[in-house]
């Protein structure tokens, strides 16, 4: 019998129910692997049998634990992911067998190490010069390293059959979500952006037997049919830089609510990274996993030239109005890389561009609040 966690009563619902959803599974002998970034192949873990499960922090919550032994500039992804799992208030990585993991950013890789101290967890080298000779090779042992692991942790065998199925259901699985995600494509869209991306997040904590595939199906088509009020002439705006799940309400919900619309991000969970699918008639699906996962573009790559042509395209593609840029604190890579997002939006594509410096607190709220009014009405000026 597995033993809920000591504070469990002191969760809120949402976090009992996730809790009690994950706990069901593992019951019924599931096993469970955490990851902390896009670059997991998601593909080897279902082909081991297991769930994934993304365990990136996003909420203030687990900080102040983490900051005692993390230091208080990191960033907040980062303290935020390992302060839950410290104090056991991720159901996630609580029921957690193990934990995948990569060299994305020098914060995470070290904050790895102490997670080991607690989980099984294995790190797999990225090759951040993905251009260069040997990337591709490289990538590919590391993820038969990986699978390695796996199959030593659970003591099964990772078949051919079983990685080919995984392939399939993945591919299939995100060419619905890309479809989601272009919903927002439709002008106006029909859907606010905030309640898109709440639901196409919600797709990585879906832990039961039913066809999520065709759920995320039927709610795309709800979504098409649906008609927004007052929906007309509102900017449309595209968010790039660091994951924003722990500032969506601060960012997003607020800028919708000021009237603009979210409708497209650039970054490693949205349209531009699903659409990348694995060769599922490679000979060598390791390879094949290989080079759809050093196809996203996250600015701990160098070059990461590619990332600014998919704004390009996305620019195009969702007819956006103005750039957004995410920095956490801390992040020195998206924070050097944005000055190029900022050429790129102001010198190439002319539209007005907004860098938002900021952190998983609610102090600068604020002030952000009085910058994206100002950059409303900045982009409604360009437009008349
Ligand atoms: S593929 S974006 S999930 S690394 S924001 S922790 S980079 S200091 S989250 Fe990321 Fe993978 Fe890239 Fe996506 Fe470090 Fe920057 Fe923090 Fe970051």
Do not use: W
Not at 142 to 166: C, M, Q, S, W, Y
Not at 339 to 350: G, P
Request: neutral net charge.
């Amino acid at each position: 019998m597995l033993s809920l966690p000591k504070n469990f009563e002191t969760f809120n619902d949402a976090r009992k129910k996730s809790f009690m959803s994950l706990y069901e599974a593992k019951q019924s002998g599931k096993k469970v692997i955490g990851f902390f970034c896009s670059y997991t192949p998601l593909e080897i873990i279902n082909a081991a049998g297991a769930i994934s499960v993304g365990l990136c922090g996003k909420s203030e919550q687990g900080i102040p634990e983490a900051e005692t032994r993390l230091p208080k500039t990191l960033c907040p992804l980062i303290k935020a992911s390992y302060g839950m799992a410290i104090s056991d208030q991720c159901p996630f990585f609580y029921f957690s067998d193990g934990i995948l993991a990569e060299t994305t950013c020098d914060g995470k890789k070290k904050m790895y190490e102490l997670m080991s101290l607690i989980k099984p967890v294995h790190v797999m080298n990225l090759p951040q010069g993905r251009d260069q000779e040997l990337a591709l090779e490289s990538f590919t042992l590391e993820i038969k390293r990986a699978a390695k692991f796996l199959e030593k942790l659970f003591n099964v065998v990772i078949t051919p059959g079983k990685l080919h199925d995984a392939i399939v259901y993945r591919n299939n699985l995100r060419r619905a979500i890309v479809d989601l995600y272009e919903v927002a494509k439709i002008k106006p869209s029909p859907v606010s952006g905030y309640e898109l991306s709440t639901v196409a997040e919600s797709i990585d904590f879906h832990f039961t037997d039913d066809d999520l595939i065709e759920k995320v199906k039927k709610i795309t088509r709800e979504f098409k049919a649906r008609v927004r009020e007052n929906a007309q002439n509102r900017p449309r705006v595209l968010i790039t830089g660091c994951p924003n799940a722990g500032v969506r309400d601060k960012v997003i919900k607020r800028l919708e609510e000021l009237g603009a619309d979210y409708v497209c991000a650039d970054n490693c969970a949205g349209p531009r990274t699903q659409k990348f699918l694995v060769d599922e008639n490679n000979n060598d699906p390791y390879k094949a996993l290989a080079e759809r996962y050093l196809k996203i573009n996250c600015s701990v790559m160098t070059p990461n030239n590619e990332r600014f042509n998919d704004i390009k395209s996305l620019v195009k593609e969702y007819q956006v109005d103005g750039i957004i840029e995410i920095i956490l604190q801390g992040c020195h890579t998206f924070a050097v890389e944005a000055y190029n997002t900022m050429t790129l939006a102001q010198n190439d594509l002319h539209l007005p561009y907004l860098r938002l410096d900021t952190d998983f607190s609610q102090t600068d709220s604020g002030q952000i609040e009085t910058r994206l009014g100002a950059f409303i009405e900045i982009m409604n000026d360009s437009a008349a």
